[in-house]
């Protein structure tokens, strides 16, 4: 701890902390004791990285499963999983879980229409 003097210049004895300062007579208190003091502003914390899917949980059911579309399989795995963690609320997992087995059936269907089967080619 820093300490800093203070001079007692009134006409009755002053406690900073476990200090008594009689009048006249100076000793060394604590700075964040001392009167005067004033505490020096924080440093600004360094961001920390965010999960992209936070702000899009926030929301309600209906503005998280509004916030589906466009997303990747991958990308709405890992949103699952972080409801999941969190809130687990049935509303969104079943969306998040439509949204999913809709994005496989178009998968399905443009591979059937290429005459392609991702299942395996016999």
Avoid at 15 to 23: E, F, Q, V
Avoid at 48 to 53: A, I, L
Avoid at 58 to 77: I, Q
Wanted: contains cysteine; negative net charge.
């Amino acid at each position: 701890m820093k300490m800093k003097p203070f001079t007692n210049d009134t006409d009755h004895v002053i406690y900073l902390g476990n200090a008594t300062i009689p009048p006249g007579q100076t000793r060394d208190v604590e700075e964040t004791l001392h009167p005067n003091f004033s505490a020096e502003p924080n440093a600004p914390a360094e961001a920390e990285p965010t999960d992209p899917w936070v702000e899009l949980l926030k929301g309600t059911v209906a503005t998280v499963s509004a916030g589906l579309d466009g997303l990747s399989v991958d990308e709405l795995n890992e949103l699952g999983d972080a409801e999941r963690a969190c809130q687990n609320r049935k509303g969104v997992l079943g969306a998040i879980a439509e949204k999913i087995m809709a994005l496989g059936q178009k998968t399905a269907d443009a591979a059937a229409a290429g005459g392609t089967d991702k299942q395996g080619d016999e």
